[in-house]
């Protein structure tokens, strides 16, 4: 009877169609992902373009308008901003000399990291040397912390008075003023920033040697090649594509790093397109500081993109083939004392002493006074009136840290953002995933795929600035956002989007599509279907993936420095905001706050997830 | 019997992109059969499966269950799985880890707000069906292979559906386990009486279980029949080739007159055929199943190559001029490489195919 059916017309076969397709879970998922990444990714990103090229209210003081007799409409399009930063006298120190110094430290940071880590990375993996894992394990604290506390420690000790203020560690010890190239400017910029990225390259390196089949260099020795032949033609081959990731990461890094060359570089005028930037928005320039922006994202695309040519090609003829036997250690006979000594002397420098002299610099009650006497624990837990021996008020009248209550606030904003965005991260985390994964294949998963990807080429401080164009005014039904505490969350959130894309993703695919269908078949609906088969299964991921979120939120600095206001500080800012002033004790104490936090949700992500270390910076 | 198919399958069609799984494919099948969806690997076997449960959506055709119609491209028409009445167990079983062997079979009794008692009983019923009465408590995890794959089979019976699809499901055991658990998949066919359908690329699985074989490659049905049909009288090459262990012997020759007979001159043997299996073709190609062979005064002179002994049967590879056959022998057989055996094709049992279409001829 039912062949018989009545010949439907097109229009309501194609709502039926429609229909069904709706209810499909993925794509409601889809769709509402979709929706708000275009809200909050694409459409900022557009309107950074257009914010560039176009007047703002304060360009009608700028010379080129007021000689050339513009009316600088608000909104109108124009190219002065393009001319000023690329055609004009302030070219050389508005765009060359930053753009040429952000290549200089970018170029030194990859070769000192990227070597450093994977030559560490084989010591620790292939050869005999005592203590290895202990080593392995101290070696990624630095991946744990922030980059920016390295820079405020190595202000510490070698600080000099040429630049004003107090003497650093150095200079108290050797009295002798440290020469100005090693206390700002390029060179501790590198140092700084190698000690911090050299732990991705470690990471990653170390992961790839240790999971090759030993069998393949086994077969090499058996016929006829020695260690160093096997070195050459096998081993290094097969982790090339992860020392060229490694490679990739820390130049991008790189590109977009803020806090470091802020604190080492600006009070010498040393600066970084990163640097530029941030000095000409709060100099109201900020259609110059967009076409940096822009730069900085080019940059950035372009290396993601040779990222993409040069691994993805070469990704596929990486045999990692999980466990093989384990490979007999490289035998580094009595070499292997003056290693481990040299490395020891790498980890009490390069990774315990800034903690230690942050943490000092914190209990000193004059700064650059090192003595015992000098001790106080006021710049923690001190009252507001405490005063020292002279009667005279501590901490010029500031409570310390754990009792400010305006550092306080700081504290409880942070923990708040972080929290709140690493909620909304993992939430989304499970959108994409499903969205994604279970819908894998069709148009809509590929847009959504790629534009969850976007934010990751965005240097930080650019989409911190991109944000800050976007939600100034009234958006569509969103009310203006500057100033108020929902804009650092959705630009954290907005900002992490590749990383929980990526963790969502992975924990999706974890949970075959025939372990959701069973249920399927059994009549559970899609609610019953997450909540029963797919959220346990997924659990451990997401709990990983929120904690990780959480600790990268509650250390973002230049991505929200734009976005505060003095009510909505967080603890970050006002680091940055105690360094600018000098008032070095507040800064340290709040830095080792966030050094805590960051290590102790570190342990507690590692109890769930064993591998989330590795993972998050793999791909 | 019903007045309609259990399951009717018309002009289905399956592409992913431009890859076609399912090319217009048509089948039916009867209340109680046991048939067996076999074929190489990517031939669209699972993937019929998959849209039978209705976890597949095609891109063309219709599906009948029950003589209702539950999928129709033109009409826009389909029925979730949950809804159509049948039960699956994948070929990775698909046990959910996080719930212990209770939970994986009493999930279906919950959603359907089966009081507890029930459940309880219910479960412990087909625990005891399935012999796996005091694992309750343990999860997926901890079970062997076979234990897992009866509480796959548990969960779905305990909804009592009256079709089960079977997608591969005894790929993943051990030999022995896997002989074991086909008379046990047998039996219980028989005993519930559900239409079952069976996913396999093992030939000898779908010999030994099914009423009827369905053999299908790149997408397409090449034949429907029971196991004694398709060995018998294969429809094309391919299902010969398919259907043989140890393989089958193919030879091309040409139809000769002798005396007034038509014969076919194959590989040195001749046979005779009768007016009724080949029409006025002149090039065919011969097929002739290893046992088919006897050892005769007159037989073809035919050198002994190997031998690879089973026990109970002996394959013998023996070769003449270019031409090398296999020959299976039961029992003890005993032949020395390099002696000379005298050999004939067994009156009859032979096939005949068109050496252009592939067909079969006789």
Known sequence: MSEAAVKKRPGILFLRRLLRNLKLPQKIMGIILFVLLVLFVLLPAINLFYTAFSFSYSDRVLPQVIERGIKAVPGRFTLVHLERVFFSPLTKNMFLIPLLNTLLITAGLTIVALSFGSVLAWIVVRTDLPGRKLIANLATIPYIIPAWPIALAWLNIFKNTKVGGTPGLFEYIFHMTPPDWMSYGPVPIIICLSLHYYSYSFITVSGALATIDSRLEETGELLGANKWQVMRKITLPLVLPSILSAFILTFSRGIGSFGTPAFLGMPVHFFTLSTQLYSNIKNNLGGDAYIIALVMILMSGLSIYMNVKVIGARKSFVTISGKGFKAKPVLLGKLKYVVLVLLIIFIILGVFTPLYVLTWQSLMEQDGNYSLSNFTLHFWTGKSDEVNKHGILIGEGQAGILRNPMILRGAWNSVRLALYAAFFTSFLGIIIGYAIVRDRGSRLSKLNDALSFAPYIFPGIAFGAVYLTMFARPFGPIPALYGTFAILVLVSVAKHVPYSSRTGTAAMMQVSKELEEAGELQGAGFLRRFFKIIFPLTRNGLVAGFMLSFITVMRELSLVVLLVTPSTKVLTTMIYYYAEIGFHQFGDAITMLVVIISLSGTIIIRRFQKTALGKEIGG | ?362
């Open chain 2, 1 to 362: 019997m019903a007045e309609y198919a259990k399951i009717r399958i018309e002009n289905l069609c399956k592409k992913w992109g431009k890859v076609v799984a399912i090319k217009d494919m048509n089948l039916s099948i009867e209340e109680g059969d046991f048939v067996t969806l076999l074929g190489p690997s990517g031939c669209g076997k699972t993937t019929t499966l998959r849209a039978i449960a209705g976890l597949e959506e095609p891109t063309g055709g219709k599906i009948y269950l029950n003589g209702k119609l539950v999928f129709s491209k033109e009409e826009e028409i389909v029925v979730p799985p949950a809804k159509r009445n049948l039960g699956l167990v994948f070929q990775s079983y698909a046990l959910w880890p996080h719930m212990t062997v209770f939970e994986n079979i009493a999930f279906g009794l919950k959603i359907k707000k089966l009081p507890k008692d029930e459940i309880r009983k219910m479960v412990f019923a087909v625990l005891g069906d399935v012999k796996l009465e005091g694992y309750e408590k343990r999860y997926p995890q901890e079970l062997s292979g076979g234990q897992q794959q009866r509480i796959a089979i548990a969960r779905m019976i305990i909804n009592r559906p009256d079709i089960y699809l079977l997608d591969e499901p005894l790929s993943n055991l051990d030999a022995k386990l896997r002989v074991d658990m086909r008379a046990e998949l047998k039996e219980l066919h028989q005993k519930s009486g559900a239409t079952t359908v069976y996913v396999t690329h093992d030939q000898v699985e779908a010999m030994t279980m099914s009423s009827k074989i369905c053999i299908m490659k790149d997408g397409i049905i090449h034949q429907v029949g029971s196991p004694e049909e398709v060995y018998r009288k294969p429809a094309d090459l391919f299902v010969a080739d398919f259907i043989s262990n140890p393989k089958m012997n193919f030879f091309e020759a040409a139809v000769t007159t002798e005396n007034n007979k038509r014969v076919i001159n194959a590989a040195g043997f001749k046979l005779k055929i009768g007016p009724e299996m080949l029409g006025p073709e002149e090039k065919v190609k011969v097929a002739v199943r290893p046992e088919d062979f006897v050892i005769t005064d007159n037989g073809t002179e035919y050198t002994v190559v190997n031998q690879l002994p089973a026990g109970s049967s002996s394959i013998v590879i023996a070769g003449r001029g270019g031409e090398k056959i296999s020959l299976l022998f039961e029992g003890n057989f005993k032949v020395a490489v390099g002696s000379k055996l005298r050999l004939s094709v067994k009156e009859g049992l032979f096939n005949l195919f068109n050496l252009k279409t592939g067909k079969r001829i006789y």
